[in-house]
T-cell receptor, first 112, second 114 residues
Framework: NAGVTQTPKFRVLKTGQSMTLLCAQD?????MYWYRQDPGMGLRLIHYSVGEGTTAKGEVPDGYNVSRLKKQNFLLGLESAAPSQTSVYFC???????????FGQGTRLTVV | QKEVEQDPGPLSVPEGAIVSLNCTYS??????FMWYRQYSRKGPELLMYTYSSGNKEDGRFTAQVDKSSKYISLFIRDSQPSDSATYLCAMSVGSVDSWGKLQFGAGTQVVVTP
């Protein structure tokens, strides 16, 4: 049982480039989330999804887009990367009605 | 002002000591209170969670919630070097459309020295 898997684990982008982060979970969870973690800021919610085909904005959604075409996958896109998006990105999922969220190992993104 | 405040530390303690961690919050709608442990370069993992006010104990770990003071605590007894990690408090309103929408504190780095 892999849990929550994030791809890639590391990436360096140049300003203005685009990329997609992939999150896959094998627990049949309805809810999925993308967080970013910055020093001194804790984790902040970017976007989330309460089911296949649905997405919603979190606390810091600007500069990101998401899609949930399949229940097990949640994609986070950066259309035009900026240095301010240098961060560690975590995907999480949980079952509806269950507060415990399971996190992936993170993606370390550096934008230069 | 952040909704959840947590001292980032670092907090250094000798092995066997009691580690005391806490968070304060401003949103009185929070109902679920969690502590996550995060090892270096890993994802957070749930350590304990409490619904509403009260205490919860699990082995060496005790979580306390005081909703009247908007204050939560985590105590680690008989601390071990393996407890060295960053501890994140997290809170949720827990409504139907917000399961898992967590507000995190900044995290406190704990170092337990042998």
């Amino acid at each position: 049982n892999a849990g929550v898997t994030q791809t890639p684990k590391f990436r360096v982008l140049k300003t203005g480039q685009s990329m997609t982060l992939l999150c896959a979970q094998d627990m049949n969870h309805e809810y999925m989330y993308w967080y970013r973690q910055d020093p001194g800021m804790g984790l902040r919610l970017i976007h989330y999804s309460v089911g296949e085909g649905t997405t919603a904005k979190g606390e810091v959604p600007d500069g990101y887009n998401v899609s949930r075409l399949k229940k097990q996958n949640f994609l986070l896109g950066l259309e035009s990367a900026a240095p301010s998006q240098t961060s560690v990105y975590f995907c999480a999922s949980n079952r509806q009605g269950d507060t415990e969220a399971f996190f992936g190992q993170g993606t370390r993104l550096t934008v230069v | 002002q952040k909704e959840v405040e947590q001292d980032p530390g670092p907090l250094s303690v000798p092995e066997g000591a009691i580690v005391s961690l806490n968070c304060t919050y401003s949103n009185s709608a929070f109902q679920y209170f969690m502590w996550y442990r995060q090892y270096s370069r890993k994802g957070p993992e749930l350590l304990m969670y409490t619904y509403s006010s009260g205490n919860k104990e699990d082995g060496r770990f005790t979580a306390q919630v005081d909703k009247s003071s908007k204050y939560i605590s985590l105590f680690i007894r008989d601390s071990q070097p393996s407890d060295s990690a960053t501890y994140l408090c997290a809170m949720s309103v827990g409504s139907v459309d917000s399961w898992g929408k967590l507000q995190f504190g900044a995290g406190t780095q704990v170092v337990v020295t042998p």
